[in-house]
């Protein structure tokens, strides 16, 4: 893949970091598929509006910006803790053409009462948000994306929770695009309480991969998923969680809308690397309203 110029205004570090993705892109395992996402739309021509812009008690930058006026964190932690550039062809393709998306950070021991509101719009391939919230912090994040695409998306999220924190995460996003990959990856610190809610209703093509990395003791990550691909959609879902620690422990429920003609797929929840993790699956089908363990 040739890696055209990003809309992006980037500093140096950024610029090495997507020419290095692009350069060792080959090295990395394939993902299933992904000649779905691939190759990308590269243009400087998007059309974007509507990211939150906050200063005070919390940051809240489109990332254009975030990755000038906060380059020492988003050098840190952009695609290295949830989606990790290095685990794949597909994420190495995703950082070398993110072409715009929000970036929030709520500093440590800040407890907000209304919710940080996500609702970005626009014609991107490469969406991406990164939320890093601080140790022992609380905050409601309420995410709605309306972005579409002439091919192939990558829509890509990214939590990062500091030691205690607690965070309340809601996902309801219009992607619109031949096919689209919704990642929503996590990473917590010890003591952290992530509790996320994805709708996705979307008559396409879409494939949502979810996932958590619990780092160190007593981290819980509970998360609802509902699926409803309409009369022609084609869902596919692929949860998977990592850690270790003792107290641990993550749950999915899994809501799947099967009464119109359309499909869902879905992976059985796990381990990524075989460690053993307390988890709990729920899969509760709304033509039967039956759930499956």
Not at 35 to 50: D, F, I, M, V
Not at 112 to 124: K, M, S, Y
Not at 130 to 141: D, E, F, N, P
């Amino acid at each position: 893949m040739t890696n055209k110029q990003s809309p992006l205004a980037e500093p140096d570090w950024l610029q090495k970091k997507r020419q290095l993705a692009t350069l060792l892109q080959a090295r990395f395992p394939t993902v299933p598929g992904q000649e779905k996402w691939l190759p990308w739309q590269q243009t400087a021509n998007h059309q974007s509006r509507g990211w939150l812009r906050h200063t005070g008690t919390y940051v809240a930058l489109p990332l254009a910006a975030a990755v000038q006026n906060y380059s020492e964190l988003l050098q840190e932690n952009l695609m290295e803790k949830a989606i990790r550039w290095q685990d794949n062809q597909l994420f190495a393709a995703h950082l070398a053409n993110i072409d715009g998306g929000q970036f929030v950070y709520v500093p440590d021991d800040c407890h907000l009462t209304a919710p940080v509101e996500i609702a970005g719009q626009g014609q991107l391939a490469n969406p991406h948000n990164l939320i890093i919230v601080g140790a022992h912090s609380r905050v409601t994040i309420k995410e709605h994306l309306m972005v579409k695409s002439a091919q192939g998306m990558f829509a890509g999220t990214e939590i990062l929770l500091g030691t205690g924190a607690k965070v309340d995460y809601q996902q309801e996003n219009d992607l619109r695009a031949p096919a689209v990959y919704a990642a929503v990856h996590a990473y917590q610190a010890h003591g952290a309480h992530l509790s996320s809610t994805l709708v996705v209703n979307n008559a396409g093509d879409l494939t949502l991969s979810t996932s958590d990395f619990l780092d160190g003791a007593a981290s819980t990550w509970t998360v609802k998923v509902s699926l409803d691909p309409g009369k022609t959609g084609r869902l596919h879902f692929h949860p998977l969680v990592d850690g270790f620690g003792q107290g641990s422990h993550a749950d999915l429920t899994t809501r799947v809308n099967d009464l119109a003609a359309g499909q869902v797929e879905l992976t059985p929840f796990r381990t990524g690397s075989g460690e053993p993790l307390s988890l709990t699956s729920t899969v509760i089908k709304q033509s039967s309203g039956v759930g499956a363990p």
